[in-house]
């Protein structure tokens, strides 16, 4: 029996859930392939990276869905959807991107919508709708930190996670709320093993008159990924970027930086206690291989272990 890439419900012997196709588009009822295989979607992503400003170092393309012929079109602008096919250095990124996003979900996080889908040659792609685009072509106010910071592609690496807390502090309209967000981002990523949280993966966002971080995107255990992980975050967090201490989170970056209370970390420290049983849960149902799922598995329970 399937499960659904979309729901993660059991659908019987189709691809998808009538769930999941219809949190795609209400009148949808079928989903086509898309017409590529991985190897043609990265090269199509190559060959419109010039007309893109989503590149990067894993291919990304731009999408809308068609309702009338049920499937995702790959186009140049004002695209709705943004797919990443499976990258030929790293295996089986759809697959973890997509559920590490779920347990960020289940963590409390604001996460766009997002799945996966087949391609022509039964290979999945990850797909997310973007959350700065609205109306027929039109964009919110959107800038990454590596923006923000006077930063680029080349030097989204040089940066401190203690300089992050004046952007917060400088831009957002409530900052005291952005900052315990953006606590619990820098945890979640940290127990599953995100070690490429870059500046550019942090946004903020202006809707209605009022300025906060954005939801949630490029969140996945890049560790799990990597044959030699040598560091455990991007950015420098006092001075380091493996080796911490659960103080160098809690006492130092939570409390005595970002000048959070005790009651609000431990508010989010019993958060990510009860979503552990639901992030298990999502791991065993996820499109993983029984290798990748016993190492992500693995680390979750070392780094949830490192907090107790």
Not at 30 to 38: E, I, K, V
Request: hydrophobic content about 35%; aromatic content about 12%.
């Amino acid at each position: 029996m399937n499960r659904c890439l979309i729901t993660y419900e059991l659908c019987g012997t189709a691809k998808y859930s009538e769930k999941g196709l219809r949190l795609i588009a209400p009148k949808l009822t079928h989903l086509n392939d898309l017409p590529y295989t991985a190897s043609e979607l990265r090269q199509e992503a190559v060959n419109r990276a010039k007309n893109l400003s989503i590149q990067g170092v894993q291919p990304k393309l731009s999408a809308t869905i068609s309702v009338v012929d049920q499937e995702f079109k790959i186009v140049d602008q004002f695209g709705t959807f943004i797919i990443k096919p499976q990258n030929d250095l790293f295996p089986q990124l759809p697959e973890n991107e997509d559920v590490t996003m779920r347990m960020a979900k289940v963590f409390g996080l604001e996460v766009p919508f997002h799945g996966m889908l087949y391609a022509k040659d039964g290979s999945l792609s990850y797909f997310i709708k973007r959350f700065d685009r609205y109306g027929k072509g039109k964009k919110l106010a959107t800038e990454d930190f590596a923006q923000l910071t006077g930063n680029s592609r080349d030097t989204k690496y040089n940066f401190t996670m203690e300089k992050l807390i004046p952007v917060l502090d400088e831009f957002c309209s409530f900052p005291a709320i952005e900052k315990a967000d953006f606590f619990k981002r820098i945890l979640f990523c940290y127990v599953t093993g995100n070690e490429d949280m870059h500046l550019k993966n942090f946004s903020l966002i202006t809707k209605d008159g009022k300025t906060t971080l954005t939801p949630v995107y490029d969140f996945l255990n890049s560790t799990i990924s990597l044959k030699n992980p040598q560091e455990e975050m991007a950015l420098t967090l006092k001075g380091k970027k493996s080796n911490f201490r659960p103080s160098d989170f809690l006492d130092y970056y939570a409390k005595e930086r970002l000048q959070l209370n005790d009651k609000t970390i431990d508010t989010i420290l019993l958060q990510m206690g009860s979503a552990l049983p639901k992030w298990t849960e999502l791991l065993e149902y996820s499109f993983l291989s029984e290798v990748m799922k016993e190492k992500y598995f693995n680390l979750l329970e070392t780094r949830m272990k490192f907090f107790k």
